[in-house]
């Protein structure tokens, strides 16, 4: 397991306490009713919006690991005809496209993309 595995998460910047824990993910803890965040409401809107967002982060995750694999494929191929790993001007470009499109939060999301999809030697 990696140290990260282990690490305890960061806080959120604006919730500094943990706040709304499932209290029944811990054995021998309350049912889940109990588990509810306090002073939060959860109309349905909430609710409905939450599962979107669950769905949508599914798909991100599962196009992630579907550009993990291509990359994978991309260097193995360069690889084989005797290139290096990486291709830095092209992660230039994609950090580019990504800024384009996002601003500077895009050139975080763009290196942590790389990361994922540089491989591991
Ligand atoms: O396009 C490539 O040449 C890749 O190897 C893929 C990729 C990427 O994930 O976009 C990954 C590593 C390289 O440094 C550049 C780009």
């Known amino acids: 397991m990696t140290p990260s595995a282990t690490a ?8 500094p306490e943990p706040v709304g824990l499932d209290a029944s993910a811990v054995p021998g803890a309350a049912p889940a009713e109990a588990a509810e965040p306090v002073g939060q409401p959860t109309p349905a809107g909430v609710r409905t919006g939450r599962a979107q967002i ?18 994978a494929t991309i260097q193995a191929a360069r690889i084989a005809e005797g290139g290096r790993r990486l291709d830095l001007k092209r992660e230039t470009e994609i950090i580019a496209r990504y800024r384009e499109a996002l ?3 895009g050139v975080t999301v763009a290196m942590a993309v790389l990361e994922l999809c540089r491989g591991r030697v």
């Open 8 to 15: 305890t998460p960061a806080a959120h910047p604006e919730h």
């Open 54 to 71: 669950d769905d949508l982060d599914a798909r991100i995750l599962a196009l992630i690991a579907e550009r993990v694999h291509t990359a």
């Open 103 to 105: 601003g500077r939060p």
